[in-house]
């Protein structure tokens, strides 16, 4: 079963850090490319960040630049978000997205993926 699990989401005060892990399980993330994304009540989904594996490439929404980073950790086959300066404008919640070996391979922070996770809530409040 291919799926893409989100974990590490909760409870942060503003200006505290965060950071999620997107767990793969029946395929690889070798060469995948994988975003983040998410939603706040009443609005739409938004791409965050996004990276492709295998290529020195990523794309940062301006909202979190300097503040988001995304990681691979190919032995776990886990990419991860690191969030920090969060404010309370983050609060939503949080999915990943992948694609296997995207053509050409970079990524995007279009909701252009085929696989995804149930998402994680991310609230940041004090």
């Known amino acids: 079963q291919l799926q893409l699990v989100e974990s590490g989401g909760g409870l942060a005060q503003p200006g505290g850090s965060l950071r999620l892990s997107c767990a793969a399980s029946g395929f690889t993330l070798d060469y995948a490319a994988v975003g983040w994304f998410r939603q706040a009540p009443g609005k739409e989904r938004e791409g965050v960040v996004c990276?492709?594996?295998?290529?020195?490439?990523?794309i940062t929404t301006d909202s979190v630049e300097g503040r988001f980073t995304m990681s691979f950790d190919n032995a776990k086959n886990t990419v991860y978000l690191q969030m920090n300066s969060l404010k309370p404008e983050d609060t939503g919640v949080y999915y990943c997205?992948?694609?296997?070996?995207?053509?050409?391979?970079?990524?995007?922070?279009?909701?252009?993926?085929?696989?995804w996770g149930l998402g994680t809530q991310v609230t940041v409040s004090s």
């Open positions: 997205a992948a694609e296997r070996n995207p053509s050409p391979p970079i990524c995007t922070i279009q909701p252009h993926y085929t696989y």
């Open positions: 990276i492709s594996n295998g290529n020195p490439m990523s």
